[in-house]
């Protein structure tokens, strides 16, 4: 699939999206949270190549095989030694919601860039680790270990300020 072909399917992918939120609205909460699964879901794609499939151009370097250092170089805006301490505490949220979550680290990582564009679209700028750091806050310690796409989507949700707030969650 070329670039071309890929941002356009991207873009059908995301008027779907918006066009299903949009009537979820006026279905109530219930709905909008699958919206809000389906968007999380949806944007694997792109997330995908910039988290090391070799299609994006930060897919090489020295971060290619860390999840941890792929995201903290998202939010740094270039790419970091894996050997940083900031990378070192991305990868302690990982491991920390790896504690609570079935999902590998990879799939955290595409979910938490996810819940920062849900958010960025409803006006709520937060960065990468603290969107892991505040999903594994809001998870009992105790509890078992679960897949968290749905704890993501709560997530998204609550600090975007619910569903009836926004007619633009799944863009």
Avoid at 124 to 136: C, F, K, R, S
Wanted: with cysteine.
């Amino acid at each position: 699939m070329t670039t071309e072909e890929q941002a356009a399917y991207e873009e059908k992918m995301r008027e779907r999206a918006r066009q299903s939120a949009i009537r979820a609205i006026t279905l109530g909460p219930l709905l909008a949270a699958v919206v809000v699964l389906a968007a999380l879901a949806l944007s694997a794609g792109s997330i995908l190549a910039f988290l090391g499939s070799g299609s994006g151009d930060r897919s090489g370097g020295a971060c290619a095989a860390s999840t941890a250092c792929r995201i903290a170089s998202i939010d740094a805006r270039t790419e970091l030694d894996p050997d940083s301490g900031a990378v070192k505490e991305y990868q302690a949220a990982l491991d920390a919601l790896g504690m609570k979550c079935t999902n590998p680290p990879r799939r955290l990582g595409e979910m938490a860039v996810r819940s920062k564009e849900l958010l960025a679209n409803r006006g709520v700028a937060e960065d990468l680790l603290t969107i892991l750091q505040n999903v594994e806050a809001s998870m009992p310690a105790d509890a078992p270990r679960m897949e968290c796409t749905d704890i993501f989507a709560s997530y998204v949700m609550q600090r975007g300020g619910g569903p009836a707030n926004n007619q633009d969650l799944a863009t």
